[in-house]
């Protein structure tokens, strides 16, 4: 027998169920199967909870208000998108970045350029900002810039502090966590702040991939974007990786997840090691 007390968990019908997945592959490529409708509605019933509203009638009606649209549709997005990323995740990328990619580069160049097109909350690109720290320091004169863009503000914003559980740099070898992180003094903390060198040469900005890339250089040396496209249909992701392509300089690189293949995919790359890939343009 049913609880009167009990409070019921708002659900999502089928029918708003496709309508949100529809809308979510529409507009920012990711697919939302079946399979991930209990992961949906989780994530939105904080949403509901923070506009107080009872049902997901109530929250769609508002989401495609206009009111929604500019209030919501961000907080929307937060809530759909996936941010799993470590630091030194697939080591073998910055392992080709330092051992072969660099060396050869700065023959002839002093300054390279990269994008981090899913930044996250910022592992990444600050992995990547200690690799380049670390030739600079042996090679005068070389700089770097990195620019670092998700589809999520809210993720985009703990990038920016670069606070981090110091479980998380675990991996990283003891000299260089002494050079580029910071202890909290409140050592029931256990948290970390990476080093401001590390945000120097840094740029963040929101960006969704299957939007528009008019404001995006087209110079880039270097892209990484790594366990994104699995999220997409195979149509979509060549839609990208075209995209992509469009901002590297010829010559360049992309690099993509473990998981992740251009097999089947019309682009103008060439596989150089695993999920590595050459701009032959």
Not at 17 to 29: P, S, V
Not at 61 to 85: M, W
Request: glycine content about 4%; aromatic content about 10%.
């Amino acid at each position: 027998m049913a609880n009167p007390n009990e409070v019921l968990t708002p659900k999502l019908t089928p029918t708003q169920f496709k309508r949100l997945g529809q809308f979510i592959h529409t507009n920012y490529g990711i697919q939302m199967p079946e399979s991930k409708k209990v992961l949906l509605e989780g994530r939105l019933q904080k949403r509901l909870k923070a506009n107080n509203l009872e049902d997901f009638t109530q929250y769609i009606d508002f989401l495609f208000s206009k009111q929604g649209q500019i209030r919501e549709l961000q907080h929307f997005v937060d809530a759909v998108s996936t941010n799993k990323t470590d630091f030194y995740r697939e080591p073998h990328h910055f392992k080709f970045l330092r051992e072969e990619y660099l060396p050869e580069f700065s023959k002839s160049k002093n300054h390279v350029k990269i994008w981090s097109a899913a930044a996250s909350s910022g592992e990444e690109i600050y992995t990547l900002a200690i690799e380049l720290r670390e030739y600079m320091e042996e090679h005068r004169g070389f700089t770097y810039e990195i620019l670092g863009t998700d589809i999520s503000t809210e993720i985009l914003q703990r990038a920016a502090k670069g606070v981090y559980e110091e479980k998380r740099i675990e991996i990283i070898p003891l000299h260089i966590k002494r050079k580029y992180f910071l202890k909290s003094k409140n050592r029931e903390n256990k948290s970390v702040k990476v080093n401001k060198v590390l945000q120097q040469n840094l740029k963040l900005r929101t960006l969704n991939l299957m939007g528009s890339l008019a404001g995006i250089p087209n110079d880039f040396d270097l892209i990484f974007c790594r366990n994104v496209l699995i999220y997409f249909n195979r149509k979509v992701q060549e839609k990208v990786i075209n995209a992509l392509c469009a901002k590297l300089k010829p010559g360049g690189f992309i690099f993509l997840g473990h998981s992740e293949s251009i097999t089947g995919i019309t682009a103008p790359l060439t596989q150089i090691a695993p999920t590595i890939y050459k701009y032959t343009p």
